[in-house]
């Protein structure tokens, strides 16, 4: 992977490479499902399993780029069109859950009927 550097800095002391990319990647990923699972508003866990979408979209990248060929950038192009379209229709049944229920909390909709 190509060092990260501050055209400022002269000589690079400090290189961005393949880890630190995955670390942030499973922060990320921790995060999302820490709010996935402990959340029991419905537009929260739709945030969360959007973050775990961009880390999961962030190690194909960085694999990507470290393996010098545009595979995984191409898969996070097709992620990210999923994900798009997901959102979209996520929101859709919030929206129609929220004005039946008038709530987004999971806990209120137990049932499959309206």
């Known amino acids: 992977m190509t060092p990260v550097c501050l055209p400022s800095m002269g000589s690079c002391p400090f290189v961005v490479g393949l880890h630190h990319y995955l670390v942030v990647s499973g922060l990320l990923f921790g995060i999302g499902l ?6 029991r508003n419905i537009l929260l866990i739709l945030l969360s399993i959007e973050l775990i979408l961009n880390a999961a979209n962030l190690s194909f990248v960085a694999f990507s780029s470290y393996w010098g060929n545009l595979t995984g950038q191409v898969l996070v192009f097709f992620t990210m069109i999923v994900a798009a379209a997901e959102v979209t229709v996520g929101l859709a049944i919030v929206v129609l859950l929220f004005r039946k229920k008038k709530t987004t909390s999971v806990d209120d909709l137990d049932t499959l009927k309206w």
């Open 34 to 39: 820490y709010g996935l699972l402990t959340r």
